[in-house]
């Protein structure tokens, strides 16, 4: 059975985008919230790709239907992604100046539950993957998002065995990494189409 869109399938794809930018507006708040409460540089990143996923999400219902929206969308995407990773190495060099003391249960915990909602998003979106550039975008980045998870729980675990707050702030600038990359792989997808 094959895995694409079905021609036609713009009632999907809005349904299935729209699930998922309110899955990470959701965990946007969630790790926000719980990043300055864990002093965690990991789950603030993880947050803040949480809201340029959404930005995203948005970009690409809004372009569902309209093939001539389509390449602007994933082009908007991926500068909001490389703008976000601006943001991201500007707080861990704050933090690694001034300090950290993240706590690695909270940080464990909540990227655990992101790393569960990406996986559905994931899951959801993995029948468009292979739809327009919008679509590829939205699917690039939502798997960028599960490795970012991971990366997370990982500095959690390194936080907690090793007493040192700087896993915290090396997954902060893998996850920056992680978004460029993404970003990167669109844009030059949409030079290509």
Not at 73 to 80: C, F, Y
Not at 130 to 155: C, K, P, R, Y
Not at 160 to 179: E, H, K, M, N, Y
């Amino acid at each position: 059975m094959p895995c694409g869109p079905a021609r036609g399938d713009d009632g999907g794809e809005k349904r299935t985008l729209a699930i998922v930018l309110a899955i990470n507006l959701v965990m946007f708040v969630v790790e926000l919230v719980a990043g300055y409460l864990a002093d965690s540089m990991g789950l603030v990143a993880d947050s803040l790709d949480m809201l340029a996923d959404a930005g995203v999400y948005g970009a690409a219902w809004l372009a569902v239907g309209a093939p001539g929206r389509q390449a602007r969308a994933a082009r908007l995407s991926g500068v909001i992604q490389l703008a976000l990773a601006l943001l991201l190495v500007a707080e861990v060099l704050r933090r690694a100046f001034e300090g950290s003391a993240p706590a690695s249960l909270l940080m464990i915990g909540v990227s655990a539950v992101a790393l569960v909602a990406n996986t559905v998003c994931l899951v959801l979106l993995r029948r468009h993957r292979q739809g327009g550039v919008h679509m590829q975008a939205s699917w690039i980045f939502t798997a960028t998002d599960v490795q970012a998870n991971a990366g997370v729980i990982l500095a959690g675990l390194l936080v907690r065995f090793t007493g040192s707050p700087w896993p915290d702030l090396v997954i902060g600038l893998v996850v920056c990494a992680l978004v460029v990359q993404g970003g990167v792989r669109i844009l030059r997808r949409v030079g290509r189409s």
